[in-house]
């Protein structure tokens, strides 16, 4: 049975140095299974209730896996390489600020310029305003923040816990800045709903000579859509064509939502037949932008296509063709639209049900609004 099993089982600091101590007297053959075996400890180990991760042998017991996987085995070191993963691929920001917290205090290898970024990026996702605040001072206590990764990070962190100001001073005092360095700093304007600035800010990029890429263009066209500035959008689609940007995806699917806020629909439409393998993002992006547009029968016609090719509709589907079908009263296939949410359990959905509400109130039909 595979030892990450038996590591999930553990309820204890005690149960997991004992399986540690037997792994130890029958060692396993190879130097990977043994760092994946530190690795699983850990993890589990920070999983614990606070009252037992955090208890002085807990801290004690972390520290001594740290040091001994930062002897035994290559970089990346353990406690790095767990951090990167509980706030990427394991979506635990918190976890990862406890392990954070454990790296601090105990006599082990503590946080390197590897460390931060991933430490910021926890608290962007939490949010955690205070704890980044206070990790950006050991940053700079500790002389890191020459390292653009941390920079980078840091406007990200600032962004997201809506704090612009704060991310606009760590961008402003890089010396040398890069792509990401632009983009985090547009993406943040636009996400905090300051579109004009972004532009602004995009349009300085472009004068101090950098290419944007596919992260630069969705949040240009981002802000285009807000501001329905349609003549940057159409530069943005042009450069999009001279470069040949991939518009299968996120791209396709902005440049289609900022035609249709400016009103194009036509425009947008081209953009939509353009793409031979569409996802759900791109049929979401057309059947919205009609349905915004009063455009009801081709929303629900595209709605129909949709199904034709075999792409299932979510959540956003599903607002947008509700919203259609409550304008042109098309009371069945709200029905259908019902009853297709409440077997796919997006019912629930606090828009799916606004949207639920709303069409049968507009369809005459009270009861099934109820």
């Not at 896996?65 to 390489?81: A, D, E, K």
């Not at 009371?331 to 959905?349: I, P, S």
Request: hydrophobic letters at 40%; a positive charge; proline letters at 5%.
């Amino acid at each position: 049975m595979a030892e990450s099993w038996f590591v999930s089982q553990c309820s204890s600091v005690a149960s997991l140095m004992q399986l540690h101590a037997r792994h130890i007297v029958m060692p396993s053959t190879s130097s990977t299974n043994h760092h994946q075996h530190l690795y699983h400890l850990l993890s589990k180990l920070l999983s614990l209730p606070l009252s037992s991760s955090f208890s002085s042998s807990a801290s004690a017991y972390a520290s001594s896996l740290i040091s001994f996987s930062s002897q035994t085995n290559p970089p990346p070191p353990l406690h790095n390489l767990l951090i990167r993963d509980l706030t990427t691929s394991q979506r635990s920001p918190l976890l990862a600020l406890r392990l954070f917290l454990l790296l601090l205090h105990g006599p082990s290898p503590g946080p390197d310029s590897h460390t931060f970024p991933f430490v910021f990026l926890a608290c962007a996702d939490l949010p955690a305003l205070r704890f980044g605040q206070s990790t950006h001072s050991l940053a700079i206590k500790n002389g890191l923040l020459s390292h653009l990764h941390i920079a980078n990070s840091l406007i990200t962190m600032y962004s997201r816990c809506s704090q612009l100001a704060s991310a606009r001073q760590v961008f402003d005092e890089i010396p040398l800045k890069d792509l990401v360095s632009w983009n985090s700093i547009i993406s943040g304007y636009v996400k905090m709903g300051f579109p004009s600035e972004a532009l602004g800010l995009f349009r300085q990029m472009l004068s101090d000579g950098w290419d944007p890429n596919d992260v630069t263009v969705l949040g240009a066209l981002a802000a285009c859509s807000k501001l329905g500035d349609l003549k940057m959008g159409k530069w943005l689609h042009s450069y999009v064509q001279a470069t040949k940007l991939n518009t299968a995806s996120f791209v396709g699917s902005a440049l289609i939502v900022m035609y249709a806020k400016c009103g194009f629909l036509e425009e947008a439409r081209r953009v939509f037949d353009g793409i031979k393998r569409k996802d759900p993002y791109i049929w979401n992006s057309m059947i919205t932008g009609y349905a915004q547009n009063g455009m009801s029968n081709k929303a629900i016609a595209l709605f129909h296509s949709m199904k034709e090719s075999n792409v299932k509709p979510d959540k956003i589907t599903l607002v947008g063709v509700l919203s259609a079908c409550a304008s042109v009263g098309a009371l069945d296939l709200g029905k259908q639209l019902d009853e297709y949410a409440f077997n796919k359990g997006l019912h629930t959905n606090v828009f799916v049900g606004t949207a639920l509400i709303d069409m049968y109130g507009k369809c005459g039909y009270l009861d099934g609004a109820i």
